[in-house]
């Protein structure tokens, strides 16, 4: 019963940690053997996911906080999950994380991501079945949780005939001053 693939999509500083922490605190108190995996890709969101949970009073004896990384090479040695959350899920489509998501296959995920898009273009709807959406960037702006900005970026041409084109003409450049250093 109920959604066992979620996918909560929140900007920056709308607390998807703080809603996650909750999330596990809530779990954990539906039975005593219930047990939460927060996973992160990185050391530093391990500690600052440690810290939000104390800060929010979540009793961490429930909670194992660890690294993808460091799970995937012993995934046996620790405590079956009844549920996890992975923070950043947008990365979720990697060896790593879908050896987890394998490993576990009746376990309810919850995936957190402010940008839940992959670069590579990989659809995130293999994993996940469910989105949910949280408030937007404006409405934190507009509501003084986030401090307004101005976006600068660089123009950039995608056009791959361009490319491509420049790609040949410095081939060719390359060819001739070849052909000069022999001659």
Request: hydrophobic residues 35%; charged residues 30%; positive net charge.
């Amino acid at each position: 019963a109920g959604h066992k693939r979620v996918l909560c999509v929140a900007g920056p500083g709308a607390g998807k940690t703080v809603l996650a922490a909750f999330m596990c605190a809530q779990h954990n108190l539906k039975n005593k053997d219930n047990y939460c995996w927060f996973l992160v890709h990185r050391q530093e969101l391990v500690d600052q996911t440690i810290e939000t949970l104390q800060n929010s009073g979540i009793p961490m004896d429930g909670i194992m906080v660890a690294m993808v990384q460091t799970v995937t090479r012993k995934i046996e040695k620790y405590k079956k999950p009844s549920m996890i959350i992975f923070d950043e899920s947008q990365h979720s489509m990697s060896k790593s994380w879908k050896k987890i998501i394998d490993f576990f296959p009746d376990v309810p995920i919850v995936g957190l991501s402010g940008s839940p898009v992959r670069l590579d273009g990989k659809p995130l709807g293999s994993i996940f079945t469910d989105l949910c959406e949280t408030v937007s960037v404006r409405w934190l702006i507009d509501n003084h949780y986030l401090a307004d900005f101005d976006y600068f970026a660089p123009k950039v041409d995608f056009d791959e005939k361009k490319k491509k084109k420049k790609k040949e003409q410095k081939g060719d450049k390359d060819k001739k001053k070849r052909k000069r250093d022999v001659i």
